[in-house]
DNA sequence: TATGAATGAGCCTTCATTCAT
DNA sequence: GATGAATGAAGGCTCATTCAT
């Protein structure tokens, strides 16, 4: 119905919007103005505020499908790695607000179905996602004999909680130390002997390019 | 300037309205209807509804103290389960609505320079509490040899955030694997050989019985 | 320049919108929805919303003489008897929704020359054909010399001031009360002596068939 | 709650607001324009638009009540003339804007239960007003015997139908014909034999003063 | 002939905050 | 100490209408 052009228009708008002024603050105004478009003109094509963000978080999955391709041929230690640091990135990661935004918008989940609903699928998603690599990396012998599946969601609570108290405490040692001692505590006997977590990883989890079109990214030094 | 009874009664106000109506629609109105003063007076008493919302941070962690020192003398192990089970209590736990309306509130403090100050001092009350518990196992020779600070940050990550994903989500499943991983995983290195994490606390992580006097509480049916 | 078909395609869809939500919700949309058009076709055949609902009263008007043929060769009584119920009908008919609509429409002609231009040809037509019952049953000696012309308005307001308060009020009474109150003490002096005016019409006065096609209709159940 | 003063001066000017744009744009903010307030005062006092209308209604028939018993003392004809008078009043009336707006308004109670429930209670002051009027009459031996509710219900529809079909149409013929039919053909019998409709009322039916203060009324030339 | 997209003006309502009393 | 009244700024949403295609 929208064509991919205006929703991309729209969407990508939502992004730098919910980066600039958080989501409690995410108004039709906010997002119309970061396009050139009216604000009627979301409404034209969501019926509500409420589904333009729902949308919004569908059209995240949609990336983030493609993203995961991107590493799909490197080896299980190194996609783990790279997953490691992308939720425990550094923070002058610029996906810092976005990630702190979108926290504010997970809150909402508990009250708003709609969201919670595609908050879910998206949780789907990862967990597959981690679960595929450890299962990968058991066959592949760098891995440990494990469940996944409770070690996916093991992890995903972990880095998910570093992450939070790192951004709403401003307390970026949570990263540093939740990594250090899930390499230590949890992946030492997820890995196999004598295989490590890399101080850093090889590969980077691509950015959603879509949202980064004209600007640096990974600019060096 | 504020006398002690004005101040609980409109905090215990505020608990009761960040559990009935979350954090987003906490309007000074909203607080005022459970109180038996008007609006006003709240903005007589606090100078905006930001730092109402911050005394009330403030509030909450110097009940806290008083919480701990209840389960003070109970062996290291006791009190870390008791710690466990409060974290990633089940569903049906009264105390989630607060949590999830608190989840709102933390999500803004990366917004509100205030609110992260006390969250702050929040979570390091938390942290030193584990890390106190910690210490006094490896002393009492429950626990074996290991970092106390890291492990606190460890576990509180991890434990957030299989709180967020629960509430966020509507997964309990997060809860129960979480807690069984971390006993398995992360536990298994803490406790000393032969110690084991109990699948039920014995002693119950007291709420904060300023917001419950009245009501029921642990009352068996 | 507007066809036929497309025409009434529109007048129809026009029926049934204000039927179903009245003249205040008479959006655009709501007409198109009605339709197999797109609402950008309702502006390309009329040049405003305005001009689209008096052009629906002159449709209106346009069905109204042929529908008074269908009664012509009837005698008098009958004729004015047909037109009483019809105004006075009871509340279980289908008409109701559309009279109350287009109360609301007649309340706008105060403010609308444009449409108190085409409801006052509709009195005409209106009165007229009242006129020309009460003269024929004049000429036929069913009826008593009388005026026909202000008899006729009186019998309209009359009618008309029943129906609205019906309406309005939610009270049927009314058009029972003037109903026999009209027969005993206007039609009293207007109909031949020993004439009564019947407690039942034997002809119906014909519904607008152009907004009724495919439905039942008078179908007994 | 409110105190009187505040609702006054609301009450009047949605008065003023009512006659000056009509019912379908009788707006907030035009009510508060017509005020030394803002228009969140109004939300202050009322709940919504909705509310502060219905209680405009009430408001009037508050003014009803006392504008009744000024005329009380009089004979019944004359007070039925004035009645008769107020109903059917001249175009040049300064009231004609108000039951323009009102009838719009009135319009809207088939799809408003609130509007509706006062309008019948303002229905039900009016036809008692009337039959009272009525069966003072039959008791002076100024009117025949009758039945006066059912009569009362007769005149009421009339006259609201002349009244409405004038406004709607802008033809002042309904009001005088309908006068005179009515004096005609339905008082003829209300009336005791010899009594006469007066051609003009000596008693007014006085104006609602509390929405003329400062102006005019009836001042002569 | 028709439409999808877009928009400006406006509406109702909410809310933190102020202030006279 | 406390409050009732009030308000400005904003927000989500609607709608008749326009226009390029």
Redesign the pocket.
């Known amino acids: 119905?929208?064509?991919a052009d205006?929703r991309h228009t729209i969407m990508a708008a939502t992004y730098e919007a919910l980066c600039e002024v958080g989501y409690s603050?995410?108004?039709?105004?906010?997002i119309a103005d970061r396009t050139?478009?009216?604000?009627?003109?979301l409404?034209?094509?969501y019926?509500?505020?409420?589904e333009l963000v729902a949308a919004f978080i569908e059209y995240l999955i949609d990336g983030f499908d493609g993203r995961l391709e991107q590493i799909d041929d490197r080896p299980p230690l190194e996609q783990l790695t790279a997953f490691v640091d992308w939720f425990l990135s550094g923070p002058d990661d610029d996906q810092v607000a976005f990630h702190t935004a979108f926290l504010e918008l997970r809150a909402q989940a508990p009250y708003n179905e709609l969201y919670r609903e595609k908050l879910r699928e998206s949780d789907d998603r990862l967990r597959e996602a981690i679960e595929t690599i450890l299962r990968n990396g058991i066959e592949s012998g760098d891995f440990q004999e494990h469940d996944p599946e409770t070690v996916a969601a093991l992890l995903l609570a972990t880095f998910d909680g570093a992450r939070i108290r790192q951004f709403t405490l401003g307390r970026d040692e949570y990263l540093e130390t939740v990594r250090e001692e899930t390499a230590a505590r949890i992946l030492a006997d997820v890995l196999a002997p004598g295989v490590e977590l890399p101080a850093e990883s090889q590969v980077e989890f691509p950015r959603d390019e879509r949202f980064h079109d004209g600007d640096a990214g990974d600019r060096p030094e």
Chains 1, 2, 3, 4 share one sequence.
Not at 36 to 41: C, F, P, V
């Open positions: 119905m929208t064509d205006t603050d995410l108004t039709a105004q906010a050139d478009r009216s604000k009627s003109a409404f034209y094509h019926d509500s505020r409420e």
